[in-house]
């Protein structure tokens, strides 16, 4: 049987996705990416997953695009979806 995660969106995530807008949010790629791990499957190595550390420890990012990087967080049956931005506006 197949899991499938509730999904949370933070304020952060919800003020990413007004500045990104739809046409790249609904790009085929963030939805294959949405739609594996809301099914708890392991992202394809060109998304280049990985765990974050320091004050981010706990989280993930996945680079979706060039410069397009999304953070979440799996946890208690809810994927959280933290932020979806360029590397540099979510890490300085």
């Known amino acids: 049987m197949e899991v499938l995660f509730n999904i949370a969106l933070t304020k952060d995530f919800k003020r990413d996705l007004k500045k990104l807008g739809e046409k790249?949010?609904?790009s085929p790629e963030v939805i294959e990416v949405?739609?594996?791990l809301?099914?708890?499957?392991?992202?394809p190595a060109k998304y280049k997953d990985?765990?974050?550390i320091?004050?981010?420890a706990g989280y993930r990012d996945c680079h979706?695009?060039?410069d397009l990087?999304?953070?979440y967080k799996i946890e208690n049956n809810l994927l959280y979806l933290v932020r979806i931005n360029t590397h540099s506006e979510i890490f300085g």
């Open 24 to 26: 790249k949010f609904f």
């Open 34 to 36: 949405l739609y594996l």
């Open 38 to 43: 809301q099914r708890g499957r392991s992202l």
């Open 50 to 52: 990985h765990a974050l």
């Open 54 to 56: 320091g004050e981010m």
């Open 64 to 66: 979706i695009f060039n």
């Open 69 to 71: 990087v999304l953070i």
